[in-house]
């Protein structure tokens, strides 16, 4: 059984900064990617950020030099530093693991910036 758990979401003031973490838990051999996913109200969910197992990132291109995706390899804990947040960016933001052969969702986390 693995479980995905997110934290760090919030309401935050357009310009501000959030903090989100991703834990992993359970029998998990070995994770292949993570990443972050968001879905506003009425859209479909898109991928933020993610990064591979051997260092490779992606990032949206709205999010370009905003956000950064980080990961604590030994604790399979994933962060996405969100900087000068604006109010598009307010949706739900999921985690996503790979593993291999399965991958699995975190339950989400609200994150709102008003403006």
């Known amino acids: 059984q693995v479980q995905v758990v997110e934290s760090g979401g919030g309401l935050v003031q357009a310009g501000g900064s959030l903090r989100l973490s991703c834990v992993a838990s359970?029998?998990?051999?070995?994770?292949?990617?993570m990443g972050w996913y968001r879905q506003a109200p009425g859209k479909q969910r898109e991928l933020v950020a993610a990064?591979?197992?051997?260092?490779?990132?992606y990032y949206l291109d709205s999010v370009k030099g905003r956000f950064t995706i980080s990961t604590d390899n030994a604790k399979n804990t994933m962060y996405l530093q969100m900087n000068s947040l604006k109010p598009e960016d307010t949706a739900v933001y999921y985690c996503h693991v790979v593993t291999t052969p399965y991958d699995y969702w975190g339950q989400g986390t609200q994150v709102t910036v008003s403006s």
């Open positions: 359970g029998s998990i051999f070995s994770i292949n990617a």
């Open positions: 990064v591979r197992s051997g260092g490779s990132t």
